[in-house]
């Protein structure tokens, strides 16, 4: 729900403002800079990085939107349900949009250890591991089908898993691995 805000925000300025790249966000924020303050008086009320030589910007802007890498920084946790939080342990809990089938990222990092990923609503596969692994782990979280069920990793059945509630949870050494529930 916040993305299609944040979209439709973008959309708003991008159509009021009608720049692109650099001048874009320039006029956006030279307009919050003549905005009147809260005392109802006109003036500098944020201060673009560069815009007045020797003086820091109030926003922390030089010719950048922060908010465009907001997509390289949900995505991973929304749809992957990445998390690092416990020790030497990654998490990943894939959480697709029911319109979307699968979805993959390359160039992540865990432990300073690049790898590609690829979910979808019943599987993980981790591949292009570069570097040493050893007393790294990941555990997969998928929602708990109705019914029978089996795990496999990398295409042989386990028992390797535990249910934990609605979920079912597969914990393994950190490597390129394929983990699905069929």
Partial sequence: KRLKEISKWYL???????GSG???????YT???????????????????????GKNGAMGLDSEFLESSMVYATVPYAFF???????SNLTIQPQLPSTVSYFGMCNLMYANIPYDCFITENSVQISNVEGKTSGLYVTVKVDKPEGS????I???????????????????????VKIEIV
Avoid: W
């Fill in 149 to 152: 069920f089996k795990v496999k």
């Fill in 22 to 28: 650099r001048y874009f966000y320039d006029n956006y």
């Fill in 81 to 87: 349900g990445l998390d690092a939080n416990a020790y």
């Fill in 31 to 53: 307009d919050l800079i003549l905005a009147e303050n809260m005392d109802g008086k006109k003036g500098y009320q944020y201060v673009i990085q560069g815009v007045e030589r």
């Fill in 12 to 18: 708003a300025c991008y159509e009021k403002y009608s």
């Fill in 154 to 176: 990398d295409g042989q059945n386990t028992a390797n898993y535990v249910v934990n509630g609605d979920f079912i949870e597969v914990k393994i050494p950190f490597r390129p």
